[in-house]
Structures are given as C-alpha cells and as structure tokens.
C-alpha cells in the first residue's frame, strides 16, 4: 500500500509539473469549517482560514459556539489525496499563546479573530500548492479526557483552479463560430461542406454539454472534476448578469415565490459544497430538523451548525454566484436571448443583401436562393437551435417541478418543455414520414430529403448530418438525451442512481454509434465515436467517485486528476479539428472539393456550386431537382413526382453516375414507370441488367 501511494503522488506530481499555475505564492485556505459528528459540542457558521507556508503563520476568522467546557486536546489530521501530510497530531491551547482564551475551554463563543504561528517546516509536498483545485482536508478532533466532544473538517485549497473564465470564452466562441461558418456556406451554395462543418460543430456542442451534465449530478466529484465541469455550464445557459439576477428574484417574489439568499449572507455564514470523501454531506439531510428533511426537495438545505449545504445542481449555481432560485429562468432566458438574437441577425442578413442587390455591389442571382426562402431558411436555424437547447430546457425545466420556485414558474416550465419536445417529436415523425414515402416512390430517401429546398431548409438539421439510410436515427439520438437530462434533473437526491443511468446510457450510445455508424462519411463517424468513447469513460469515473467501490481515497483523487487531463487533451484535440475544418472551408475556393462524395447520392438532389455545371443544361436539372418554376413545386404534405423532363431527369441520372463513378443507370421507381425515362429505352435495359440498384446502393441499403 505504501507503494502504491508513493506511486500515485509520483503521477500526481508529474501532473502538478506540467500544469500551468497562477502565481508562485504558497498559501492555503479554507472558507468552511464542517462537524463530523451528529453531536459536536463546537460548531462554526462561519469559518475562514489563510495559512501561509513562507510565514508559517495562520489567519483565523470564525464564528462559532461552544458547549465544551474544560481542559481539552486537539488531535489534528491533514491528508492531500487521502495521503496523511500531518497525522492524528496533538495540540495543546495551554501551550499555545494565541490559544490561551481556549484554556480551558468554556461554554460560550470562543475568539473570533487570531493568528496561530504552525511554523515553516511543515512536510507538505509540493502538489499541495502546484496542483489545481486540490482535494484537501484537515480534521480536527476535540478530546476532553478519553472522550471526543467535538469533531470539526475543514476543506482546503491553494487558489489555483481550472475553471477559469478563458476556457469558457475560447470553447463558446470556437462553437459558436463554426456553426456560423456553416451558415455562411450552406448560403453560397456550397452544401456538402456545410453539412460537415454543421456535423462537427453540433457534436463539438453535444460533447461540452455531456461533460456540464456531469457536473450537475449529484455525485460527490473531486476538486478538480468539479472545477472542469464548470468551464462548460455555459451551454447549459448558466451564465450570470448581475442586472438579470434582480429581474428573477423580483419576478419570482412578485409571483408569489421565495428567494433563496445563500449569496447575500455568504459572509455571516459558510457555505459547504458537498464534496467527496465527507461523511457529513452524505447523511446531511439526517442532521436536517424534520420539516426541513422533508421538503429538502426545495432550496438550499441549513444544517443544524448555521452551516449551508448545497449539491448537484445547487452546487453549480453556487459555484455560478446565482442563487438557486434563479437557475432556471437564467437558464431559460438564455435560451430565448440565443433565439431572437439569431432571428434579428438572419433577418438583417436578408435586408442588406438586398441592399446590396439594389445597389449592383451584389449581382442579383447572387444568393438568390436564400433571398427568396429566407423565412424557411430561418425556421430551419430555430429548429437547430431548439435542438442545441433540448437538454439544458430538459433538464431545468424538469428540476423546476421539484422546486416549485413559484407557480409563474411552474407554468414556464411546462411551457418551455412542452414547446420543445412537440416541436421535436413532431419534427421527427415529419422526417420518418417524408422518407418512407421517398422509399416507396423512388426506392430512396435521399430523393426527397435531399431534391426539396423546402424540406432540406426547415428539417435538414435532424438528418443532414447522417446518412440516408439512418435518417431515423435522430429519434434514437432524442430518447437518449431526454433520458439522460431526465435523471440528471429528477434523480438529485441518489448520485448513484444517476451514475449507473449514466453508464448504462452511455454504454448503449457507444455500441449503437459503433455498431450502426449512422452519421455521413467515415471521418464523421469516426469523430463522433470518439466522443461516445469519452463520454462512456466519463461515466465510470462518475461511477467510482460515488465510493461504491469503497476505494481509497487517494485512488478517487487520481481518478479526478484523469478525467481533467483526459477531457482537456481531448477537448482541445476536437477544437483544433474543428478550426482546421472550418478554416479550410471557409477559405478554400471551392471547399465542397475537400470532402469524397456522400454515398446516398445527395449531391445529385441538393445544389452545389462545384457539382453543378454552368451550362443552361444543368442549370434546368438543378431547377427540376429543386423543385423551383421548371417543374411543381411541392411542400412536406405533398408526393414528389417531377414533371417528366426527359432530358433533364436523363442528364441528372448521368450526371450522378459520373459523380460517384458509377456505371449503372438510375432505375425508376419500385411499381411504376420512371417519369423521366422512356421506358423502352436503353436505360431499362441496363436495368434488368443489373439486379442491385445503385440508388439503394448509396442510400446504405447494401451495408
């Protein structure tokens, strides 16, 4: 076992090495001094504590009460990673100066400022002022005679942490601009690029949201787990602006509501953050007196002690500085600024436009088709976007119904959930529908969820990113991250419970995405594995943080250590590809050439500006294709059946034969006659010719 340790503070030091640090002072505090035990004779409701390694001196501030009376011991234990730096040593206040008010002890309120000389050779190690968001304790038992009175725990850090606000910053900026560029090159013209970089982007966004999920469990994650998963809490819309906290907490007592004020009497009293490793916070709500054990579900819990504990979800909106009862209208306000704000940019886009048309800077058939369809256009980006919102509306709107904030609040709740789930069932069952009516007409669902401007713009976001063949998979894709946000939000109260929810849907994510590989090409896949891989690795040490297991501390510490480490290098690994992709896109000249050609035979159907030819041939097969004046427009409740232009539904069949290096024909339609091709013609002869048909053949039915 020792050496096991030693090894383990080995890697814990290399770790510490390579990590940057802010600062080269050596000081540790603490802000909250916690009992552990059910019956302390000294409790404190505020607490906070500055030790100086290069003085040796410590800096007390505390508040506390005292039922102890008598000549008392303190027994002092302090361990880094549940490694013993000071263990089970004896202090006397007689002996000490600054302790002579605690000699002997007396029932009452013990000093409330002093300044203790510990001295400078204490054998810390230097992960303990290197490492980030170190996972400390002191212990400090109270003897009278043979018996302990008291037991107090304070948490400690060293003021270097991982959750900063440029991790936030740089991965909300990378995302968002990478979802812009996409827009940007779906409106000249160039969709198959912009389906990748849309791909990428929204499964970049996905996989931060997994890693701010963890971080709303309820599991006692370690210092540096916890720190991590803050960076990311922003896509959950957990961002605080001072003005907008005053707007909820008035809506919500005009509403009949009751604000929490954790944050304003945070200097009159400690706050404990449920961490692991601390007896207290797992049987905390048994210290509670019976009415408020009872309606734990609501607010912020007080112990006994004075002392606040707050977990999970709490514990992130702490950590945030908004109080708990403002979580979810932040989270919902967020929301619907992300919505409107897109709206207004997507409808000036379109005002200046034309009036760059109007003035001849930008030629007239410049952006035609975004011009005309703007509207359907934007309805596709709010559709996305309530995607991209599903999980943090999911998850806060059902926390809401256990928090009963105020009833306003209730009926947002129900509002936001309802409207985003309809919109998306509905959506779902609108793409499934519109397939299989293209695989009973024309044997494939690229025809029409590709052929259609209309369809593409406003429900392409379920099922661009895959393949034609799995275009249901987004249903699949739905029911796992309503499940997930599901014990995320109602499961607060078992941290277990929501781990092994976690690996188990973590675990089904992982083998459907390997087994299946639903998304578009081979790199796509390939991107979004990795993720499932992580996020299945995620869950396990969300697993063993739970202290199932009962491994030792310093085991769990480590664990924490890795999920940071692998999440960064990983994390920033994606965002590089992320940039490097959208770069070339963006400044390639034709960045469509980048990407092989998708198998189901979309680019036959869609426009592109480097598949389609300039000629006045192909410009009437794009126009038939498409659905624009040259042939019937039709809309989502409609069969797609094309006039019959011989010679340009010919030219579309050779043009995609071509694309792909295929030598076979289009055949028609299962049961009917082609209405493009004569059906005495050659084509029909290469038809019988060959008995698989190559439009099934790229829309994955061969696979």
Same mark, same amino acid.
């Given at each position: 076992?020792?050496?096991?340790?030693?090894?383990?503070?080995?890697?814990?030091?290399?770790?510490?090495?390579?990590?940057?640090?802010?600062?080269?002072?050596?000081?540790?505090?603490?802000?909250?001094?916690?009992?552990?035990?059910?019956?302390?004779? %000294?409790?404190?409701?505020?607490?906070?504590?500055?030790?100086?390694?290069?003085?040796?001196?410590?800096?007390?501030?505390?508040?506390?009460? $005292?039922?102890?009376?008598?000549?008392?011991?303190?027994?002092?234990?302090?361990?880094?990673?549940?490694?013993?730096?000071?263990?089970?040593?004896?202090?006397?206040?007689?002996?000490?100066?600054?302790?002579?008010?605690?000699?002997?002890?007396?029932?009452? #309120?013990?000093?409330?400022?002093?300044?203790?000389?510990?001295?400078?050779?204490?054998?810390?190690?230097?992960?303990?002022?290197?490492?980030?968001?170190?996972?400390?304790?002191?212990?400090?038992?109270?003897?009278?005679?043979?018996?302990?009175?008291?037991?107090?725990?304070?948490?400690?850090?060293?003021?270097?942490?991982?959750?900063?606000?440029?991790?936030?910053?740089?991965?909300?900026?990378?995302?968002?601009?990478?979802?812009?560029?996409?827009?940007?090159?779906?409106?000249?013209?160039?969709?198959?690029?912009? /389906?990748?970089?849309?791909?990428?982007?929204?499964?970049?966004?996905?996989?931060?949201?997994?890693?701010?999920?963890?971080?709303?469990?309820?599991? #006692?994650?370690?210092?540096?787990?916890?720190?991590?998963?803050?960076?990311?809490?922003?896509?959950?819309?957990?961002?605080?602006?001072?003005?907008?906290?005053?707007?909820?907490?008035?809506?919500?007592?005009?509403?009949?509501?009751?604000?929490?004020?954790?944050?304003?009497? !945070?200097?009159?009293?400690?706050?404990?953050?449920?961490?692991?490793?601390?007896?207290?916070?797992?049987?905390?709500?048994?210290?509670?007196?019976?009415?408020?054990?009872?309606?734990?579900?609501?607010?912020? =819990? #007080?112990?006994?002690?004075?002392?606040?504990?707050?977990?999970?979800?709490?514990?992130?909106?702490?950590?945030?500085?908004?109080?708990?009862?403002?979580?979810?209208?932040?989270?919902?306000?967020?929301?619907?600024?992300?919505?409107?704000?897109?709206?207004?940019?997507?409808?000036?886009?379109?005002?200046?436009?034309?009036?760059?048309?109007? #003035?001849?800077?930008?030629?007239?058939?410049?952006? &035609?088709?975004?011009?005309?369809?703007?509207?359907?256009?934007?309805?596709?980006?709010? %559709?996305?976007?309530?995607?991209?919102?599903?999980?943090?509306?999911?998850?806060?709107?059902?926390?809401? %119904?256990?928090?009963?904030? $105020?009833?306003?609040?209730?009926?947002?709740?129900?509002?936001?959930?309802?409207?985003?789930?309809?919109? &998306?069932?509905?959506?779902?069952?609108?793409?499934?529908?519109?397939?299989?009516? /293209?695989?009973?007409?024309?044997?494939?669902?690229?025809? !029409?969820?590709?052929?259609?401007?209309?369809?593409?713009?406003?429900?392409?976001?379920?099922?661009?990113?895959?393949?034609?063949?799995?275009?249901?998979?987004?249903?699949?894709?739905?029911?796992?991250?309503?499940?997930?946000?599901?014990?995320?939000?109602?499961?607060?109260?078992?941290?277990?419970?929501?781990?092994?929810?976690?690996?188990?849907?973590?675990?089904?994510? &992982?083998?459907?995405?390997?087994?299946?590989?639903?998304?578009?090409?081979?790199?796509?896949?390939?991107?979004?594995?990795?993720?499932?891989?992580?996020?299945?690795?995620?869950?396990?040490?969300?697993?063993?943080?739970?202290?199932?297991?009962? &491994?030792?501390?310093?085991?769990?510490?480590?664990?924490?250590? =890795?999920?940071? !480490?692998?999440?960064?290098?990983?994390?920033?690994?994606?965002?590089?590809?992320?940039?490097?992709?959208?770069?070339?896109?963006?400044?390639?000249?034709?960045?469509?050439?980048?990407?092989?050609?998708?198998?189901?035979?979309?680019?036959?159907?869609?426009?592109?500006?480097?598949?389609?030819?300039?000629?006045?041939?192909?410009?009437?097969?794009?126009?038939?294709?498409?659905?624009?004046?040259?042939?019937?427009?039709?809309?989502?409740?409609?069969? %797609?059946?094309?006039?019959?232009?011989?010679?340009?539904?010919? /030219?579309?069949?050779?043009?995609?034969?071509?694309?792909?290096?295929?030598?076979?024909?289009?055949?028609?339609? $299962?049961?009917?006659?082609?209405? $493009?091709?004569?059906?005495?013609?050659?084509?029909?002869?290469?038809?019988?010719?060959?008995?698989?048909?190559?439009?099934?053949?790229?829309?994955?039915?061969?696979?």
């Amino acid at each position: 076992m020792v050496s096991f340790r030693r090894a383990a503070l080995a890697i814990l030091g290399s770790v510490a090495a390579v990590l940057p640090t802010v600062g080269a002072d050596r000081v540790l505090v603490s802000n909250s001094l916690n009992t552990c035990s059910a019956a302390s004779g %000294f409790t404190a409701s505020l607490f906070d504590v500055k030790f100086d390694a290069d003085t040796g001196y410590a800096e007390i501030s505390m508040t506390a009460t $005292s039922t102890i009376a008598g000549h008392v011991l303190f027994y002092v234990t302090v361990s880094a990673y549940g490694y013993p730096i000071i263990d089970n040593k004896v202090f006397d206040p007689c002996n000490i100066e600054e302790l002579k008010g605690m000699c002997p002890m007396r029932v009452g #309120k013990p000093p409330e400022e002093f300044r203790l000389e510990v001295g400078k050779n204490l054998p810390i190690p230097g992960i303990a002022f290197s490492i980030p968001d170190l996972d400390a304790t002191a212990k400090v038992r109270i003897m009278l005679g043979d018996d302990e009175v008291a037991c107090l725990e304070a948490n400690v850090s060293n003021r270097k942490t991982v959750d900063t606000i440029g991790v936030k910053w740089a991965t909300a900026v990378i995302a968002f601009l990478a979802l812009i560029s996409s827009a940007v090159l779906n409106s000249l013209g160039h969709a198959n690029a912009a /389906s990748h970089v849309a791909a990428n982007s929204l499964s970049l966004f996905s996989y931060f949201q997994s890693q701010a999920m963890i971080g709303l469990t309820a599991v #006692k994650l370690p210092p540096i787990a916890r720190a991590w998963t803050q960076d990311f809490q922003w896509t959950m819309g957990i961002i605080k602006l001072g003005f907008m906290q005053d707007i909820f907490t008035w809506y919500q007592r005009a509403t009949g509501g009751t604000a929490a004020t954790i944050l304003d009497s !945070i200097r009159t009293q400690s706050v404990q953050v449920q961490k692991r490793g601390l007896a207290l916070a797992s049987r905390g709500i048994d210290l509670l007196p019976e009415r408020v054990g009872t309606l734990a579900r609501r607010g912020n =819990i #007080k112990l006994s002690s004075g002392n606040y504990l707050v977990y999970g979800i709490q514990r992130v909106a702490f950590r945030s500085k908004i109080e708990s009862t403002n979580l979810f209208m932040t989270a919902m306000t967020w929301f619907c600024v992300l919505v409107i704000f897109t709206a207004l940019v997507v409808a000036a886009y379109k005002g200046i436009l034309e009036l760059l048309a109007k #003035k001849g800077t930008v030629k007239g058939d410049r952006f &035609l088709e975004f011009r005309n369809g703007w509207i359907t256009v934007l309805k596709g980006i709010i %559709f996305r976007l309530t995607l991209l919102g599903f999980p943090l509306v999911t998850v806060f709107c059902l926390w809401e %119904f256990t928090q009963a904030d $105020s009833p306003a609040e209730i009926v947002l709740a129900i509002f936001f959930l309802l409207a985003v789930m309809t919109t &998306l069932a509905f959506g779902t069952w609108k793409v499934i529908t519109i397939a299989r009516r /293209s695989i009973s007409h024309h044997s494939n669902p690229a025809y !029409i969820l590709f052929a259609d401007p209309n369809v593409i713009n406003k429900w392409g976001f379920l099922y661009i990113q895959f393949r034609a063949s799995a275009y249901y998979f987004i249903a699949p894709l739905l029911a796992y991250m309503f499940l997930k946000s599901l014990f995320v939000a109602v499961a607060q109260k078992s941290g277990i419970t929501q781990a092994i929810a976690f690996i188990l849907l973590e675990a089904g994510a &992982l083998i459907g995405a390997t087994v299946m590989r639903p998304w578009m090409d081979k790199p796509t896949n390939t991107f979004n594995i990795m993720i499932c891989v992580v996020n299945f690795i995620n869950s396990i040490c969300l697993l063993i943080y739970t202290n199932v297991f009962d &491994l030792p501390a310093l085991v769990v510490g480590i664990f924490g250590v =890795i999920l940071f !480490i692998l999440n960064a290098v990983f994390s920033l690994v994606l965002l590089l590809m992320v940039i490097i992709s959208t770069a070339f896109a963006v400044f390639r000249k034709n960045p469509d050439s980048r990407y092989q050609y998708m198998g189901d035979d979309r680019a036959s159907f869609m426009k592109s500006n480097t598949q389609l030819d300039k000629s006045n041939q192909l410009d009437d097969l794009a126009a038939v294709a498409r659905g624009d004046n040259k042939s019937r427009v039709f809309d989502d409740d409609d069969e %797609f059946e094309p006039k019959p232009h011989s010679h340009v539904l010919g /030219s579309l069949n050779n043009q995609s034969q071509r694309s792909f290096g295929r030598h076979s024909p289009s055949p028609a339609p $299962s049961g009917r006659p082609s209405p $493009s091709l004569d059906p005495n013609g050659p084509t029909r002869q290469a038809r019988q010719q060959n008995s698989s048909s190559p439009w099934q053949r790229g829309a994955g039915y061969d696979n």
